[in-house]
C-alpha cells in the first residue's frame, strides 16, 4: 500500500512516516507541508491512501484529481 503524508507539523508528518514504514505492507511514498503541495504529490505519485491534516494554511477549497 503506498501511502502519502500531509501536514503543515513537520514532527507529525516525520513521525508518522516513521511508524508506517516499520510496517511490511506500506510504503510511505512521500511527505508534504501544504495543501498545494499535497495537489501536487497526490497527482504525480498516485497514492493508494492519502494522509492528510484538514487544518493547515493554504488548503482550503481543494480537492484531490479523480
Not at 508534504?32 to 504529490?41: D, F, N, Q, W
Not at 494554511?57 to 480537492?63: H, I, N, S
Amino acid at each position: 500500500m503506498r501511502v502519502l503524508i500531509v501536514d503543515d507539523d513537520a514532527i507529525v508528518a516525520g513521525s508518522l512516516a516513521t511508524i508506517l514504514a516499520a510496517e511490511d505492507d506500506i510504503e510511505v511514498i512521500g511527505t508534504g507541508g501544504s495543501g498545494p503541495e499535497a495537489v501536487e504529490l497526490y497527482a504525480r505519485e498516485q497514492p493508494d491512501i492519502l494522509l492528510m491534516d484538514i487544518q493547515m494554511p493554504r488548503a482550503t477549497d481543494w480537492r484531490p484529481p479523480s
